[in-house]
């Protein structure tokens, strides 16, 4: 069997890993001179890929223990200290028995989550929300344990920007104050939300502000990734015409899961020694934005009719400004500027919007494609 060089997952080897050279340069500096980091990137882009790519290479992997943890369906910070506490046990304290040992006597307030394997003739752990009486105290050993650990460790949060909608007050202060004082433990902080993060970490006014190296992640640019797909056909004896590719590309606006997994569709129904064209890009283009409308439905489901109402303006204009102006509010049909801005504000903290200056987009480009596809 070939295997499809467009891989769809987080995880992939590096033969097939496209351009993020400069990108993962950096990255690495940053790992190994012992820095905090915050990747910026918006959603589907890529940041994900980045880390565990730089999680797979010799320097990193030889030399350091990873934690990934996403904590975007979090809301407090207990399912945090749950997330990240399970992951420390998966895959730091699981690499020896020392560092098993080290984890059971560290987390003493956690003695609830422990258990034994009577086949395997080992420890067991998972943490449930119940089990956590204090959090903060809990984060204290967690942090604790993976100071005492024999090589340095790294911890990737993604989507770290949702700890701002937490239940609780300081999460800011409260992390901020036990990570500033990690001497063998650094963090990524990663996230898709720009105005956010930037807020977070370049405002002077917030616990984090310059506390963490800043690496902007853009799509990646059109003619590398076109070179990176060409010699993925050709490795194979087939083509991929360029006027295919830019379609893929233009219409998906460089989102690297969506181009590609039109690019991981092409290679498969097209047959060595052929060639992919417009004709096959824009059928399965088509397909695979049908196929995204189940989830959009979704999310369209469980929103008011007024942010609906607002999405809809929003992406007939695909760049809009001037929301609240009565221009806007006229042209769109909309009820008022305090109903647009109350919609806006909901639908900013759902992530269904973003906003850069005073210009609002749909984050996902794919919703506006099913959008104006559909009305």
Known sequence: MKTNPFYLTNRIP??????????????????????????????????????????????????????????????????????????????????????????????????????????NATPTFNIRLGDIDSPDYTLDEIFA????????????????????NYSEKNVEELLRGKIQNLTNTHIIFAGSERRIL???????????????????????ARDEYYA???????????????????????LFEGVTLYVHRVLHDCYYYTEDGETCT????????????????????????????QQKELLYAVSSEVNAAGITSAAFIKRHNLKSASAVQSAAKSLLESGILTKKG???SLSDPMTRIWLERQY
């Open 358 to 360: 005073n210009t609002y």
């Open 145 to 164: 344990f993976l100071e005492s650990a024999d090589k340095p460790c790294v911890i990737a949060i993604d989507e770290f920007q949702r700890i701002a």
């Open 228 to 250: 990176f797909a060409q010699k993925q056909f050709s490795k194979s004896g087939k083509k991929l015409q360029r006027e295919a590719f830019d379609y893929i590309y233009s």
């Open 14 to 119: 590096s033969q097939f890993f496209c351009d993020r050279e400069k990108e993962t340069e950096l990255l690495l500096k940053s790992i190994t001179n012992q820095e905090n980091v915050v990747l910026i990137a918006q959603r589907r882009i890529g940041k994900t890929g980045l880390i565990n790519h730089c999680f797979e290479l010799k320097e990193i992997k030889d030399n350091y223990y990873t934690i990934s943890i996403d904590i975007l369906h979090t809301a407090s910070t207990k399912e945090f200290v749950k997330e990240l506490g399970n992951a420390a046990f998966a895959t730091v304290a699981q690499k020896s028995d020392k560092l098993k040992r080290s984890f059971l006597a560290t987390l003493k307030s956690l003695t609830a989550s422990f258990g034994y394997d009577p086949i």
């Open 278 to 305: 417009m004709k096959e890009a824009e059928v399965f283009s088509g397909n695979y934005i049908n196929e995204s409308g189940v989830k959009i439905k979704e999310i369209l489901s469980v929103i008011s009719e």
């Open 198 to 220: 930037s807020e977070m970490f370049h405002s002077d006014k917030k616990p984090f502000y310059q506390s963490a190296t800043t690496l902007m992640l853009e799509a990646i």
